[in-house]
Nanobody, 127 residues
Framework: QLQLVESGGGLVQPGGSVRLSCAAS????????IGWFRQAPGKEREGVSC????????YYADSVKGRFTISRDNAKNTVYLQMNSLKPEDTAVYYCAASEWVAARPMCVIMSLDRDWGQGTQVTVSS
């Protein structure tokens, strides 16, 4: 069974940077897309950035475009989210998710998809 484990969250100052990692085990990700989602208290979960493991195509939510970069290391079955110029409104629990046979953009925007989820990692942006 596919398992996803997020790491890298923590407390950072506004304008700072954090790199999140999503490590997958138990499955090849060749035909998967991997996404980063976030959920703040009182808010619905939203797709932040997603990537196709097959061709590397990416999607970014408008709120993070130009600040966040998603990347993949297929040999390590790992996806990273580099988060720069962080803002207090980026504060949330960040979750990694995986779906098979789905392209990057649908992975992030179609919330009804069946996904495997990691446990989440807290990112807090505060001075």
């Amino acid at each position: 069974q596919l398992q996803l484990v997020e790491s890298g969250g923590g407390l950072v100052q506004p304008g700072g940077s954090v790199r999140l990692s999503c490590a997958a085990s138990g499955f090849s990700l060749d035909y998967y897309s991997i996404g980063w989602f976030r959920q703040a208290p009182g808010k619905e979960r939203e797709g932040v950035s997603c990537i196709s493991m097959s061709d590397g195509s990416t999607y970014y939510a408008d709120s993070v475009k130009g600040r966040f970069t998603i990347s993949r290391d297929n040999a390590k079955n790992t996806v990273y989210l580099q988060m720069n110029s962080l803002k207090p409104e980026d504060t949330a629990v960040y979750y990694c998710a995986a779906s098979e046979w789905v392209a990057a953009r649908p992975m992030c925007v179609i919330m009804s998809l069946d996904r495997d989820w990691g446990q989440g990692t807290q990112v807090t942006v505060s001075s």
